[in-house]
C-alpha cells in the first residue's frame, strides 16, 4: 500500500487537554490505564518478586510523546498517583513508595524529553534513526530508574539487591516502554490517517493469526521441534505484517508476542516455562528474544515504510508530470538563438515532438521575435 509522508507524532486534540477540565480527564484516563498496566505487570511477575515486563511506563511515556509537552503535568500527576496507589496494594513500605513514585515519573518525563529534544519534538515510526533514538532514550531512562531502584531499596530493605534483579528490573522497564508506547503512538497517527480499509483487514488478520498461533505455541509440551515451529511462523508473521503495513501493525504485534512469552514463563507452560531450567535464566532469556524482536521488528518496519514512501513520491511525481505533458505544459527552457538579420528568435518546444522517432525536438509554432538594436544604432 502507498501513502503519503507522516507529518509525526505530535497529535494535539485541539485545545481539549490543554484547558482545566481537559487535563483532568487526560490525567484521570492516564492514572487509570496507568494502574491497570502496573497492576497486570505486577500479576505476571515470578517467584523471585520482580516484574519482569512493565507496560505501565509505556503507556505514560507513549501518551506523553503522542500528546508534547503541554501534557506534561497531567501525566506526571497521573502517573504518580497511579504508583503510589499500586505500590500501597503490594504492602511496600511508604518510603519505598514515595521514593519509586519518583522514579516511576522520572523515567517517563525522560524519555521524552531526550526524544523532543533529539527529534525536534517530531517522532516518527516511519524513520529508521527516530526509532533507534526512541530506543536510545529509552534504555538510557530505564537504566537511570533501574540505579535509582537499586540505591533506593539498599537503603530500606534489610536485605541485599542482588545484580539478576537489578537486571532484570532494567529490562522489565525496558520492554514495558518499547513495546507499549510504540503501539500508542502509532495509534494516534492511524486515529489522525486512517489506513486504507485493504491494509486494515490485512493488518487486522494478520494480528489476529499471530495472537492465535502464540497462544498455541506457548502450550505446547516440550519436544525437540517446539522451539523451531514457533520462531518460524511468528517471524513469518512479523516480516509480512512489516512489508504490508504501517508500523503501528509491527508494534501490535510485538506486544502481542511480548505477552505470549511473558505468560510461558509467569505460568510455567511452553517453552519458557521448563522447570528443569533456573528461573533467572530462563527470565533473562525470555526478555532477551522480546527485546531483540521488538529492536528488529521496529527497525524493519521504518524501512518498509521508507520504501513506501519513496515508492510514493515517486508515482506522484510521475503522475504530475504525465498530467502537466497531456495539457501541452511542460517547463522545457526557453531556447534563445540569433538570427543572422539582427532579430532574436524565442522557440518553445511542444512536447509531443520532444524525442519523437529517436529525433531530436524540433521548434514548433510559437515564435516571438523583437529586433535587436545594431551597434549604430546605439550609440547614436
Not at 492516564?30 to 516484574?51: D, I, K, N, S
Not at 527552457?333 to 540569433?338: C, G, W
Amino acid at each position: 500500500m502507498l501513502y503519503g509522508k507522516s507529518t509525526g507524532a505530535t497529535f494535539p486534540f485541539g485545545d481539549h487537554y490543554q484547558s482545566r477540565l481537559g487535563a483532568i480527564g487526560l490525567a484521570l484516563a492516564v492514572g487509570l490505564a496507568y494502574f491497570m498496566a502496573a497492576r497486570l505487570g505486577l500479576a505476571l511477575r515470578a517467584q523471585v518478586g520482580v516484574a519482569i515486563f512493565w507496560p505501565a511506563a509505556g503507556i505514560a511515556t507513549g501518551v506523553l510523546i503522542a500528546l508534547g509537552p503541554t501534557a506534561r503535568l497531567p501525566v506526571t500527576v497521573a502517573v504518580a498517583v497511579a504508583s503510589m496507589a499500586s505500590g500501597l496494594l503490594i504492602g511496600r513500605s511508604p518510603w519505598l513508595v514515595i521514593t519509586f513514585v519518583f522514579l516511576n515519573a522520572g523515567e517517563v518525563l525522560l524519555t521524552a524529553w531526550l526524544v523532543a529534544r533529539w527529534f525536534a519534538g517530531v517522532f516518527k515510526l516511519e524513520d529508521v534513526p527516530h526509532v533507534l533514538g526512541f530506543l536510545v532514550a529509552s534504555a538510557i531512562a530505564a537504566g537511570t530508574s533501574a540505579a535509582g531502584a537499586l540505591i533506593a531499596v539498599t537503603f530500606v530493605e534489610p536485605r541485599p539487591f542482588s545484580p539478576d534483579v537489578l537486571r532484570i528490573w532494567f529490562v522489565a522497564g525496558l520492554l514495558g516502554t518499547v513495546t507499549v508506547a510504540p503501539l500508542l503512538i502509532g495509534l494516534r497517527e492511524a486515529v489522525r490517517e486512517p489506513p486504507p480499509r485493504r491494509e486494515m483487514l490485512e493488518g487486522t488478520i494478520a494480528l489476529t493469526t499471530l495472537a492465535a498461533l502464540s497462544s498455541f505455541f506457548i502450550s505446547l509440551p516440550q519436544r525437540p521441534w517446539a522451539t523451531a515451529l514457533p520462531v518460524a511462523f511468528v517471524f513469518s508473521l512479523l516480516l509480512w505484517i512489516a512489508v504490508r503495513c504501517r508500523p503501528v501493525f509491527t508494534a501490535a504485534a510485538m506486544f502481542v508476542v511480548a505477552l505470549a512469552v511473558v505468560s510461558s514463563i509467569t505460568f510455567n507452560i511452553g517453552h519458557f516455562g521448563d522447570a528443569s531450567i533456573p528461573l533467572a535464566d530462563r527470565m533473562i532469556a525470555a526478555q532477551t528474544l522480546v527485546l531483540v524482536g521488538v529492536l528488529l521488528a521496529l527497525v524493519l518496519a521504518a524501512l518498509f515504510a521508507e520504501r513506501r514512501r519513496s515508492v510514493s513520491s515517486t508515482v506522484l511525481s510521475a503522475r504530475t508530470a504525465r498530467s502537466g505533458g497531456s495539457r501541452g505544459v511542460v517547463s522545457f527552457p526557453t531556447i534563445a538563438r540569433s538570427a543572422p538579420n539582427g532579430w532574436s528568435a524565442s522557440t518553445s518546444i511542444s512536447p509531443n515532438e520532444h524525442g519523437r522517432n529517436g529525433h531530436s525536438p524540433t521548434a514548433t509554432g510559437n515564435l516571438s521575435l523583437r529586433q535587436k538594436p545594431r551597434w549604430s544604432e546605439r550609440s547614436q
